[in-house]
């Protein structure tokens, strides 16, 4: 069974940044992996994707702040945030899609994280 855990939230002002981690154990995968976002009383909605073969996926309103990576020795997958926003503040999900190539459903990801909060205050 495939597990995933979040590391590396916290609160910032605006600009600040930030390095989430998701360390991914159980079983080695070669599916697409995305970090997926939710604010309180909105819904959850895609940041960043990489699929099997590297290639990665921003929303606009990240582009250009927001960087995805993944090492596979560590089993770990990364999202480096700079210039933060206050409209960033969410809980901070990673997820593991059912297939190679990645999407913007979050019904296509069959496990996800438990989560880490980012605040950024103005």
């Known amino acids: 069974q495939l597990h995933l855990v979040e590391s590396g939230g916290g609160s910032v002002q605006a600009g600040g940044s930030l390095r989430l981690s998701c360390r991914v154990s159980?079983?080695?995968?070669?599916?697409?992996m995305g970090w997926f976002r939710q604010a309180p009383g909105k819904e959850r909605e895609g940041v960043a994707t990489i699929a099997s073969d590297g290639a990665t996926s921003y929303t606009d309103s990240v582009k250009g702040r927001f960087t995805i990576s993944k090492d596979n020795a560590k089993n770990t997958l990364f999202l480096q945030m700079n210039s933060l926003k206050p409209e960033d503040t969410a809980m901070y999900y990673c997820?593991?899609?059912?297939?190679?190539?990645?999407?913007?459903?979050?019904?296509?990801?069959?496990?996800w994280g438990q989560g880490t909060q980012v605040t950024v205050s103005s």
């Open positions: 159980g079983y080695s995968t070669n599916s697409c």
């Open positions: 997820a593991a899609a059912y297939a190679t190539y990645c999407t913007w459903g979050r019904y296509d990801y069959h496990t």
